[in-house]
């Protein structure tokens, strides 16, 4: 999951403060974003950051500690996202399709030069790369605690345990696909699908 979502996980009680910070934050992770699609991620700098967003190098560590923090920022609102449109799910549909369904409409939402070029961000950086596995178990506890939400049933939490598991496996299996294709790129919402496909017909 990529991009740099606004307005994500805005508290209902935010104070002029805290709004100013939030619109702050978001506007340096939008600028960077810029630069670092038009630079490169290692031709960056975070005083061109700094100066691009308006604010002091010293400023900028007030929000983050690095140019990574930046990317997992995006990530971590898009991840966000989804688990707000999970929460939404009605417990009368089952968690896997669900869990599907909510993934397919987040990657649907980025066309597909959005895609590769913050992908090609992410491989870009190997202090990013190095976090991949440490990001996936993350989405997994994620998904796994807001399907025990929507699903309340304590029986059946070894079962949405699994669906975390699998569905963070079908989402890396189906990106690794779509990474590595060649040609006229097909989306990646459909190696999405595919896997999840693939999925229920081998269980």
């Known amino acids: 999951m990529t991009g740099i979502p606004s307005r994500a996980g805005?508290?209902?009680?935010?104070?002029?403060?805290?709004?100013?910070?939030?619109?702050?934050?978001?506007?340096?992770?939008?600028?960077?974003?810029?630069?670092?699609?038009?630079?490169?991620?290692?031709?960056?700098?975070?005083?061109?950051?700094?100066?691009?967003?308006?604010?002091?190098?010293?400023?900028?560590?007030?929000?983050?500690?690095?140019?990574?923090?930046?990317?997992?920022?995006?990530?971590?609102?898009?991840?966000?996202?989804?688990?707000?449109?999970?929460?939404?799910?009605?417990?009368?549909?089952?968690?896997?399709?669900?869990?599907?369904?909510?993934?397919?409409?987040?990657?649907?939402?980025?066309?597909t030069e959005q895609m590769i070029a913050v992908d090609n961000l992410m491989m870009s950086s190997e202090s990013l790369l190095a976090r991949k596995q440490t990001r996936y178990a993350e989405q997994e506890q994620l998904l796994f605690n807001a399907l025990c939400e929507v699903w309340r049933q304590p029986e059946r939490r070894a079962a949405l345990r699994m669906v975390a598991m699998v569905s963070i496996g079908a989402m890396r299996v189906a990106l690794a696909g779509w990474r590595e294709q060649t040609g006229q790129r097909k989306p990646a919402a459909k190696f999405l699908r595919d896997a999840f496909d693939s999925l229920r017909t081998e269980l």
């Open 10 to 111: 805005i508290a209902p009680a935010e104070g002029l403060r805290e709004r100013k910070r939030r619109e702050t934050r978001q506007r340096i992770a939008e600028v960077a974003l810029r630069l670092f699609l038009t630079d490169g991620y290692d031709g960056t700098t975070l005083d061109a950051i700094a100066a691009a967003a308006g604010i002091s190098r010293r400023t900028f560590f007030s929000y983050f500690k690095s140019k990574d923090d930046i990317i997992l920022f995006g990530l971590d609102a898009d991840s966000a996202m989804l688990i707000a449109d999970l929460l939404k799910t009605s417990p009368d549909v089952a968690p896997l399709d669900a869990v599907r369904d909510v993934m397919v409409k987040r990657i649907a939402s980025y066309t």
